[in-house]
């Protein structure tokens, strides 16, 4: 068992940043992948970042390669989503996951979820 929470979402205008974390419970964190997902009002909730369980594999959805970085600390059981030159596209609640696999990018395929955090960009 797994428990997750963010943290670290708020209001920012366009070309800001913002880090947001993701700290879990339990002893086996270090053995899940992790990943962030993103749901703005209105739309399906979309992958956005993964990172296997060392953190030596990482994945991004195409819409954030080079603006978004994922990484984590197993030692403090946290995993982080550093974002810049944020765009008010970006604007929705985002979500840390935990799987057993790395790689994959369908939110139903992932077993434990957080509650979200809200990231709002302002243009």
């Known amino acids: 068992q797994v428990q997750l929470v963010e943290s670290g979402g708020g209001l920012v205008q366009a070309g800001g940043s913002l880090r947001l974390s993701c700290a879990a419970s339990?002893?086996?964190?270090?053995?899940?992948?992790m990943g962030w997902f993103r749901q703005a009002p209105g739309k399906e909730r979309e992958f956005v970042a993964g990172?296997?369980?060392?953190?030596?594999?990482?994945s991004y959805a195409d819409s954030v390669k080079g603006r978004f970085t994922i990484s984590r600390d197993n030692a403090k059981n946290t995993v982080y989503l550093q974002m810049n030159s944020l765009k008010p596209e970006d604007t929705a609640v985002y979500y840390c996951?935990?799987?057993?696999?790395?790689?994959?990018?369908?939110?139903?395929?992932?077993?434990?979820w957080g509650q979200g955090t809200q990231v709002t960009v302002s243009s």
């Open positions: 996951a935990a799987d057993r696999y790395f790689g994959r990018v369908v939110a139903i395929e992932y077993d434990y």
């Open positions: 990172i296997n369980w060392s953190g030596g594999g990482t």
């Open positions: 339990g002893r086996t964190f270090s053995s899940y992948a």
